[in-house]
Structures are given as C-alpha cells and as structure tokens.
C-alpha cells in the first residue's frame, strides 16, 4: 500500500470528484460543480511530477546511505588488513554483452558489474 502524502492527495481528488457527481443531481446549483478536463489533466500532471521527483529523491538518498556503508566497511576492513571486506551471495538477473546485473538480498540492493573483457574481470560496480 501506498501512504504517500502525494497519493493520498490524488486520492482526495478522486474522491471530490465521485462525491460531486453523485451528489450533483439532489443538490442546488450553488454547490461546486466537479473540475473539468483541463484542471483535471493539470492537476495529475503536477502530482505525477511530484511523485516522479519524491521517487527520484527517494533513489538518490538509498544509493547516498549505501555508498556510506560500503565505504565505512571497507575503511574498516582496510584498517584491520582483511581481505574481502564485503563477501555476499548474489543472484544474476540479467546478462549483457558487457556484464550483468546482480541481486544481493542480503544488502537488498541491485548492482551492475561491467567486465572489461570476456577474460571476466571486473571493471566497474554501480548501482544501476
């Protein structure tokens, strides 16, 4: 289920607009009328907008704190002269002609991991 603030007001318009036209016929004309199409359109524009830039930010701060810990891991591990810091199962999802993408449930997290060449070493791991 979806709690957001923003879907909650898209919700709210839907639900003003069924009440006025339910209600429209048993009700004098001096109540509101429901919006027409171009209010309608600029309304659901402007919330999937504002949804698109809450997924965005939401992304954007996931991939920021995930960055912290990998680095803070391998600060630690760097520090006590380990070698792989950050060992973890990892199911591939998808091929590329370059690499393939990864999923690790332990770090619920999708990666991209580039090859350099088809002798399989690994160039580049990025979120994608």
């Not at 919700?11 to 003003?16: A, K, P, S």
């Not at 209010?39 to 907008?49: A, L, V, Y």
């Not at 792989?84 to 990892?90: E, M, S």
Request: hydrophobic share 45%; proline share 5%.
């Amino acid at each position: 289920m979806n709690s957001s603030p923003i879907r909650r007001y898209a919700d709210l318009i839907v639900h003003r607009q069924l009440w006025l036209a339910l209600t429209a016929a048993t009700t004098p004309t001096t109540q509101p009328t429901c919006l027409n199409g171009k209010s309608i359109t600029d309304i659901c524009e402007h919330i999937n907008r504002k949804n698109r830039t809450a997924k965005s930010a939401q992304r954007d701060s996931s991939a920021f704190f995930q960055s912290l810990y990998f680095t803070s891991v391998a600060e630690r591990v760097l520090q006590a002269d380990q070698a792989d810091p950050a060992i973890a199962d990892a199911v591939i999802y998808e091929i590329r002609d370059s690499g393939f993408y990864v999923l690790l449930p332990k770090y619920p997290l999708t990666m991209a991991v580039v090859m350099a060449s088809s002798l399989a070493r690994v160039v580049v791991v990025a979120s994608p």
